[in-house]
């Protein structure tokens, strides 16, 4: 008797179906689902092979999504030939096997088509075909897999990938800020993705706006703002931008569609993780000393036993006037993101074009009933696109039950579209609308909070306390959505969106309270229900990134855990921080390390408040309020010259350029650096009397430029500034001189014009700069 087993993910064409791994966690594997609006979709196929001509029976593991309505069937043809059965529309609302049909096959290989009724989604995980008509697949999932494993000939194998300084789980914005900070740092790298793309809400599948302080004149800068640039610049997608950038770094080894479903603990610390590809199921392990949990759900703090809150807190235990009296476990619903060919920008739902012709929609029956005409209270304006408010209610499962909340926004949208059409008020204008496509990438806002030694709630943004341990930075509103989403009604989108100042946030919420080596970043650190609000946009998260990145560098110089730095070297954390290019509200450059503190500063010229000494007065960006950089009056070049006390031997000088960031309100518009920046300048040395070129700085983008040579024992340093982009005077908000160089080589490949200038060798290498 023969039986075989085939995957989805193994289908060699597609057709109009698409692979999904979104919820290999509950289900098990990843699947195939057909994706139209515009009726059944063209089949996918494989081939197979058998050894005895006969009859066979195909199985398959399937699903009716919206049971009740049965949106799309399924039917299995082999060589052409179609089944009568139409499976996937049984009253079984989780995965499950289904006969899909008998064949009368001859031995030798065929080709098994998988075709769908509706294209409303339609799915199958697996195939079996078998000449056994004794035998049916188990739906348990330790019997399905030890199946599997026996028609495949799979023997149990673990590959262990060895050890690292820092493993971090999940490809999010803060994991790659994270893992490309560390790397600088010299740090060993694991970056273990469950996705195929980097970013997570953020990348080219989730299409997320990135956000966080701009909208207060207090732009993220450190190795996100460099990100930024380069993608600009080379017309990058994000993930193109986070995948060039991990690529470089020759110390991160980065791990795709690798699923973290387990853990070893030892004495409340994290051992090593267990991983499972999402494609072909394959087991991994891999340990280190440092973890960081940038899952978004807090899944690795989840299986090392870390402390974490879901849902909302009552008012009485944080004292937040915001929170409602009584605990729930409610958490803000995600919206569902698509990615059609013929949008370019973030479909929040559903994508939507204009007809010629006046365009009839009749929603599917399945589609979810909306509050109708006026009731609805939301006023559209991405008509084409959908918005952030296309929300479910809050009461979903975006943990447990992920597969289900998502295809209830499919719903969702489906409603809304036919509330859009049918039941608007300004329906007129939305006549020769024509739906294209729905999205199925749930864009989640908010599950599982890992509990650090400090929790964020919503009255840090308003007394704003002076954090001994500040590492980064909110300024993004109080931003909580109403818990009845979309069903909210003249209640309005929000539970609050209250404004706030820029805010210093302490390392102490980026680190586990109970277990000792896991540093969490992104939406699942330690933060209120409420609290969260702020924090969990992109932008403020790649900040949270570098921080603990950063850490985990000192946790290895000092042989230490997160407490520990947090505790004995906070100052050290902040002022390597602050040298990268990031930026702490309320902190200043007092680095002992850094030449340029004890040195003489004079210029060719000034404006006023412009004064030379203020390129080492530790304030570095206009936002500050305070004088924070050498103006100097019109007409380049223009030189600033740092004189040191004694002759030393330099060998890295680094300059803070300005940003126009006043002019860019949103964190999403294009990088401030296109104009008012200094493009082009030189470094020298004075050595023995004479100066000496040891650096040019060309077409410069970053807010950071670090300039490497060969140590020279120079007395003086001087920039030359030759070229600004829009202006002709010189602005420099802050200059370094340090005598050592720790930072890795890699640095010099972020970007800008590498050239030598003098017989030691020198040169450029820029550096950091620096849905909602």
Known sequence: MERIWIDAMEFDELGGFRRETQFVR???QGYLMADSVDGAVAPASVTFTVAEEGRYRVFLRTKNWCVGYEPDGLIVAVDGVKSKRVAG???????????????????????????????????????????????YPSPEHSRWMAQRAEMKGLKKQVTDHGHYDMLIAGGGVPGVTAAVTAARHGLNVALVSDRPVLGGNGSDEGNVA?????????????????????????????????????????NITLFSNMLIDDCQCENGRIQSVHAVDTLRLTEHTFSADQFVDDTGDGWLGYYAGAAYHIGREAGWEYQEDFAPED??????????????????DTICSYGAEFAEEDVEFTPPDWAIALPQGEEMNRRPRRIIMGEWWLENRNDYDDLWEQEYTRDALIRVAAGFFDWLKNSWPEREKVRKLKLKTLGTFNAKRETRRLVGDYVITQNDYRTRPDYPDAVFFSGWNIDVHHIKGIFSGREGAFTCDEKIAVTPMPFRSLYSKNIANLMMVGRC?????????????MLTGACMGQAVATAAWLCKK??????????????????TLLKDGNSIPGCKNHDPEDLALTAVITADSWEENGEPRNVINGINRAADGEKYAWISKEGLPQTLTLTLQEPKPVSQVRVTLDMPFARYTMGYQEMPAKDETLADFTVDLCVGGVWKCVGRVENNIQRL???DFTPEMASAVRINALRGTGMDRAIIPEVRI??????????????????EETETGCGFRRGNAGML
């Open 525 to 537: 650190i330690s933060t209120t229900h409420i609290g969260m609000g702020p924090t969990r946009v």
């Open 705 to 707: 430029a670090v300039i």
């Open 327 to 344: 605990a729930d476990g409610n958490t803000m619903s995600g919206c569902n993101i698509g990615d059609h060919p013929d949008f370019h």
């Open 738 to 755: 340090y005598e050592a160089v720790r930072h890795c080589e890699s640095l010099r490949k972020a970007g800008g014009d590498f050239s």
């Open 210 to 250: 990135l956000e966080g302080g701009a909208h207060r004149g207090y732009h993220e800068t450190g190795v996100i703002y460099e990100i930024k640039n380069i993608r600009y610049e080379e017309k990058l997608s994000w993930s193109e931008a986070f995948d060039k950038f991990v690529k470089q770094e020759p």
């Open 89 to 135: 529309t049984m009253q079984i609302s989780g995965w499950y096997f289904e006969a899909g049909g008998d064949f009368d096959l001859t031995a030798g290989t065929h080709t098994l088509s998988v075709y769908d009724t509706t294209g409303w989604f339609g799915r199958f995980a697996a195939l079996v075909v078998t000449n056994d008509f004794d035998f």
């Open 558 to 575: 000092y042989q230490a855990d997160p407490r520990e730095i947090g505790a004995g070297h906070m100052d050290e954390l902040q002022q």
């Open 26 to 28: 509950e289900m098990g």
